[in-house]
């Protein structure tokens, strides 16, 4: 990488943020009907794609900023703290990438090629598939059953991706199936406690089977290993999808918790403490000590998170360089990534919780943006891929020397080579060999 291209990617990613903290304010005040419309609207998704943000992680080849993991993380980090569900639209956006780079220079070109000011592609089902089928024909696929749930960011894409269930005989496996939007249909169903304005709805097709031509029909267990060639050159491309996907993911949590600090201090500033003589909260001791217990939360998450990002992006360009990772610090690394995204969604989760407690029976309000960040981030907690005590369980066996557990669908850990078996005499692993980047 030269150091021009390195100057202009900072330069795009100075950018989007400032465009983003320029249109916070208003993403804010749009947060409301949004909720309210289970959705948010196309004029908050033009004004989104005027910032950049859906460009993040678009190939350059194709006047995209691809940006690296890390500065994708601060605009998602920065969009989540004015609105929850504008955060998670654009890293769903960026996020979902990987999928169609994985699929070949076809569906690359027939994502990224034409105009767009949204989201590129949407994903769905991924984790893991249970509703889609897909039958194997001359020529390509045909697809059925469904709907396909969560489906973040269809309301806006050209395409979604859907993750659908077929088995030639030798047992059932993932395939990834691009569908544009014309050939789906959009349910009514996202009737949820948080993250509304994502419009996250369910996808059917639009008839009872769609033919999917076999370039747009990939076998995950592909796209998950690299097995085919992007034709990208950029580094970006080689990271782990795992720590690609969830690091940026933790973004939103960090966000949410930073906003709702933010908008705690501002609206604390002479408001008394019922059951108490203090005539203004930012003066009372117990106020200190909730801030401090919400900082150490907030940026221990965000501390872990940065780490991750930057080690991401190390491990993308040692495989763009031909110096791929062993296999087994991967399947660690990526384990460890899902297992701290949990803790740092858990941590500022937390952090929002208290600000929420202290701030009155006001911020229960509709209107009051703490008591949305307060859902959101309760949201994030129970995400699919975000069960604290599996992943823990996951990450521990892996520290023991034993294998983790296999399952389907994007958080399959079984891409990489087993962790090797300890023996009765071998030295329990040392800090320095689970991490390199903490």
């Given at each position: 990488m030269t150091m021009t291209t390195t100057r202009t990617r900072a330069d795009r990613a100075a950018a989007v943020l400032d465009n983003m903290r320029a249109l916070g304010p208003t993403l804010r005040e749009r947060g409301l009907a949004a909720e309210r419309a289970g959705r948010h609207s196309d004029d908050t998704i033009a004004d989104l794609a005027a910032t950049g943000a859906f460009d993040i992680a678009s190939p350059a080849e194709h006047g995209g900023a691809e940006l690296t993991v890390r500065q994708q993380l601060d605009i998602i980090i920065e969009a989540s703290k004015w609105d929850g569900s504008c955060g998670w639209i654009v890293w769903g956006g960026a996020s979902?990438?990987?999928?169609?780079?994985?699929?070949?220079?076809?569906?690359?070109?027939?994502?990224?090629?034409?105009?767009?000011?949204?989201?590129?592609?949407?994903?769905?089902?991924?984790?893991?598939?249970?509703?889609?089928?897909?039958?194997?024909?001359?020529?390509?696929?045909?697809?059925?059953?469904?709907?396909?749930?969560?489906?973040?960011?269809?309301?806006?894409?050209?395409?979604?991706?859907?993750?659908?269930?077929a088995d030639d005989g030798d047992g059932p496996f993932l395939v990834a199936a691009q569908v544009p939007r014309d050939q789906l249909r959009f349910l009514d169903d996202w009737h949820v406690a948080g993250m509304r304005g994502t419009g996250s709805v369910s996808v059917a097709l639009a008839g009872e089977e769609?033919?999917?031509?076999?370039?747009?029909?990939?076998?995950?267990?592909?796209?998950?290993?690299?097995?085919?060639?992007?034709?990208?050159?950029?580094?970006?491309?080689?990271v782990p999808n795992l720590g690609w996907a969830f690091?940026?993911?933790?973004?939103?949590?960090?966000?949410?918790?930073?906003?709702?600090?933010?908008?705690?201090?501002?609206?604390?500033?002479?408001?008394?403490?019922?059951?108490?003589?203090?005539?203004?909260?930012?003066?009372?001791?117990?106020?200190?000590?909730m801030l401090a217990e919400v900082h150490s939360k907030i940026q221990s998450a965000t501390l872990m998170t940065r780490a991750n990002a930057a080690e991401t992006d190390r491990l993308g360009t040692l495989a763009a360089?031909?110096?791929?990772?062993?296999?087994?610090?991967?399947?660690?690394?990526s384990a460890r990534v899902l297992l701290e995204t949990a803790y740092a969604a858990r941590w500022c989760a937390e952090a929002i919780e208290l600000l929420q407690r202290n701030s009155g029976s006001t911020a229960i309000m509709e209107t009051e943006p703490i008591q949305r960040a307060w859902r959101d981030a309760r949201v994030i907690t129970l995400h699919g891929a975000l069960n604290l005590e599996a992943l823990s369980e996951n990450y521990g066996r892996l520290m023991a020397g034993r294998e983790p557990h296999k399952v389907a669908g994007i958080t399959t850990l079984d891409r990489f080579a087993p962790a090797p078996q300890p023996t009765a005499t071998a030295s329990p692993a040392t800090p320095d060999s689970m991490s390199a980047s903490t």
């Open positions: 979902t990438n990987w999928i169609p780079a994985g699929c070949g220079p076809r569906v690359i070109e027939e994502v990224y090629g034409p105009e767009w000011a949204g989201p590129r592609v949407a994903g769905s089902s991924h984790f893991p598939a249970s509703r889609g089928r897909a039958r194997r024909v001359e020529g390509g696929w045909v697809l059925s059953g469904g709907p396909w749930t969560f489906a973040t960011g269809s309301l806006w894409a050209p395409f979604t991706n859907l993750g659908c269930l769609l033919f999917v031509p076999g370039y747009r029909g990939i076998d995950f267990r592909d796209i998950a290993g690299g097995a085919l060639d992007s034709g990208l050159a950029g580094s970006l491309w080689k690091t940026t993911m933790a973004g939103m949590s960090i966000g949410l918790a930073q906003g709702a600090l933010e908008r705690f201090l501002e609206r604390s500033a002479g408001r008394p403490i019922r059951g108490t003589t203090y005539k203004n909260q930012l003066e009372a001791p117990l106020t200190h000590l360089a031909g110096t791929a990772a062993d296999p087994d610090y991967m399947q660690q690394f």
